[in-house]
């Protein structure tokens, strides 16, 4: 409000979006909100609309005559806030509209995502500071985000151009009333079931696969909890219903990847549950926090197996992609969409990676790890759709099934390729890949598509093709092959940083030797001398003193079993005690 430029760090929950949108209204002039939220930044326009208040967004998912024609509504109308991906920022036609208004501020969300250092990067990021100098430095500038180590605070700071005197508000990041625990468990559905058993209330359970949602969600549901499941893959209105059922105390439990949660205002989640493990502390920050926003006691709980802490190690070895393999994918990508050198900036492509893993013959993973790194290098932008994919249940009886179906031995082909590959299609509707079937059955695409339309319309399959391939958009021209360069001193230090952040990972799940809060406070540069009394790690240690036992050996399985591991993680004793 006074003019200063201004970075809040401020924990999940904390009303960032209030921190400008109130600004907005008080000052004369157009706001603009950049943020790689689109999903958030399409919510806020509309709760702002319903409200009486003026916004709209440009997004990255917008074809060019969309984006244009919501510039030329802007003239028109008196806009307050403008939401804007970081990838439109410095199109000439972006800056020539938005150069002739008067402007009161700028805000970066999310702005972590502007530093190299930072769990998100994006390098579209970058440019925030070029279109700052377009519109002139004397526009104020707030940069929000929930989770900044040091490194990633100087270079925010530094990447804006704040001017002297700016100011860095942080709240605390510490929540007195959330308990962090870590458990090594054998069967982590019977662990989760257990957990939402003994925490009454709202519930997140995160997890890094899609499919694997609808699957955690169907095992709840078996077993008399209220589920749902949720992902980016899933239709818009969709996750809408399903987002506003859970709100509204509808369905208890939410099982999603981190897709989920982005913006969501739900003060009463008493628990919040890690099923996969993490790629940074940062992110199991953000999505721990959403338990307990209303400051009474609620758990975050990460339930991990010997199998995780091996993929850890794998990780470390492999996980991420040689300079090699993202400049031979480079070229194969615009070899794929038939993009020649020196041409396509800007240009949009339907996209299905399915098609394109075929046709470089990698696995989809690993064709998405690298076309990830391209997006991060600002290279080029992926929309959600590129990663849906169909859905299917089956509702066949098999009884005699074989015997049944003996005329038709494509159908019983496909249909068993199916139970093959996808063990909860008989119990709800999973995500599916019709080139997996095909290759499995050892039919073509084709006759895998009829035989599941087929089925859905003897009512013995509920089967949802693919509508789109999804897009990709190309944000450089094609370069060519002899001139595409990565500068290695800049490679090696980001897989550092990389692997440096999985090592964090690591440690904090491994840890018997310090209270989890004192390590993810030091982890964010926020100094805590004293433990927090209430993770796994100080209560362990409590009843430790109270039986006379070593705290530093200890590691919970379960809420009524103890371990005690030597040095090598080699299991010491084991015994079964009361719950205190």
């Keep these: 409000m006074n003019g200063v430029d201004t970075l809040a760090l401020l924990p999940t929950g904390g009303g960032k979006s209030l921190c400008y949108q109130v600004p907005a209204l008080c000052l004369p002039g157009l ?9 958030l930044m399409n919510d806020q326009v509309a709760n702002l ?15 060019k005559r969309e984006w244009i024609d919501v510039l030329d509504s802007s003239e028109r109308e008196d806009l307050k806030l403008l939401y804007l991906s970081p990838e439109r920022l410095l199109h000439p036609l972006v800056l020539e509209k938005i ?57 925010i700071v530094r990447s804006l151009n704040f001017r002297n005197g700016y100011q860095v508000f942080k709240k605390s990041f510490h929540r ?41 969600a169907q095992v709840l549901k078996a077993r008399g909890i209220s589920a749902d499941f949720y992902h980016a893959g899933l239709p818009a209105q969709l996750r809408k219903e399903k987002q506003q059922a859970w709100m509204d105390d509808k369905i208890r439990v939410m099982a999603a990847t981190n897709a989920f949660g982005m913006g969501i205002d739900k003060p009463d989640v008493r628990l919040v549950v890690h099923l996969d493990i993490v790629p940074s502390l940062e992110e ?32 470390l070895q492999t996980g991420y992609p040689t300079i090699d393999e993202i400049t031979t994918l480079y070229q194969k990508l615009h070899e794929f969409l038939r993009c020649a050198v020196g041409q396509g900036q800007w240009d949009k492509f339907p996209f299905s990676i399915q098609k394109f893993a075929q046709y470089v013959n990698l696995p989809k993973s690993k064709c998405y790890e690298i076309l990830s790194w391209l997006e991060r290098e600002g290279y080029i932008a992926l929309d959600d759709e590129v990663l849906q994919q169909s859905k299917l249940k089956l509702y066949l ?183 205190s």
Aim: proline letters at 3%.
């Design 31 to 39: 706001a603009l909100v950049i943020s790689p939220l689109i999903a």
């Design 49 to 63: 609309k319903m409200k009486g208040i003026k916004a709209a967004a440009i997004t990255s998912h917008l074809s």
């Design 99 to 155: 150069t002739a208004k008067k402007i009161s501020l700028i805000a970066v969300d999310e702005a972590h995502c502007i530093s190299q250092w930072g769990h998100d990067f994006r390098p579209a990021y970058r440019k925030i500071a070029q279109f700052r100098n377009a519109l002139g430095i004397d526009i104020p500038c707030l940069a929000l985000t929930a989770t900044a180590t040091p490194r990633v605070v100087d270079d």
């Design 176 to 216: 007195p009333n959330l308990s962090y625990n870590i458990r090594l468990v054998e069967n982590k559905v019977d662990a989760l079931i257990e957990a939402l058993r003994a925490v009454p209330g709202s519930a997140i359970v995160f997890m890094r696969q899609r499919l694997k949602t609808a699957e955690v």
């Design 284 to 315: 199991y920050f953000q999505e721990a926090g959403r338990a307990g926003r209303d400051e009474k006691k609620a758990y975050a709980v990460s339930f991990i197996t010997a199998a995780d802490l091996r993929k850890i190690e794998q990780l």
């Design 397 to 579: 009886d098999f009884r005699d099934f074989d015997k049944r179906y003996a005329a038709h031995s494509d159908m019983v082909d496909v249909v068993k390729a199916v139970l093959r590959l996808y063990e909860g299609v008989k119990h709800s509707s999973v995500d599916i890949e019709e080139s997996r079937i095909a290759y499995a059955a050892e039919r073509s695409e084709k006759l895998v598509r009829r035989v599941l339309y087929q089925l859905s319309r003897t009512g013995d399959a509920d089967y949802h093709p693919k509508e789109t391939d999804g897009y990709i958009t190309l944000l450089t021209n094609r370069i060519e092959k002899k001139y595409f360069t990565i500068n290695h001193k800049e490679y090696n230090e980001r897989k550092r940083h990389y692997l440096d952040r999985l090592k964090a990972v690591k440690s904090f799940y491994q840890s018997t030797t310090e209270c989890r809060v004192t390590m993810l406070l030091r982890y964010l540069g926020e100094h805590r001398p004293q433990p927090c009394g209430c993770c796994d790690f100080c209560r362990d240690a409590r009843k430790a003193r109270n039986n006379d036992l070593n705290p530093d050996l200890l590691r919970k399985a379960s809420e009524n079993e103890w371990i005690i591991r030597d040095n090598t993680g080699k299991i010491l004793w084991k015994n079964s005690v009361n719950k």
